[in-house]
């Protein structure tokens, strides 16, 4: 269990980053769906190398939108 919310935390935490740089590029440019696909492999090694089932995808993928998602509102209060 201790895993699966670290992998959480890391996947929304990568993300958080990505989505902050992601409201900045030009929407649908290489720079920005790069920072959407980017932080996907990171999350993907650490679901193999914690051996995690793959019944929890669809948390890591929440997580990460939400960390995209809370980027970009970031960026967008700040400005």
């Known amino acids: 269990m201790q895993m699966i919310v670290l992998i959480s935390l890391i996947a929304f935490l990568v993300n ?6 992601r409201s900045r590029s030009v929407k649908y440019s290489i720079k920005w769906f790069m920072y959407i696909h980017l932080p996907i492999p990171v999350i993907i090694a650490a679901r193999i190398f914690s051996q995690t089932e ?8 929440a997580a990460a939108f939400a960390g995209q998602f809370i980027g970009g509102r970031i960026e967008r209060l700040r400005c």
């Open 16 to 21: 958080l980053p990505a989505g902050y740089m």
């Open 54 to 61: 793959s019944v929890f995808i669809p948390l890591f993928v």
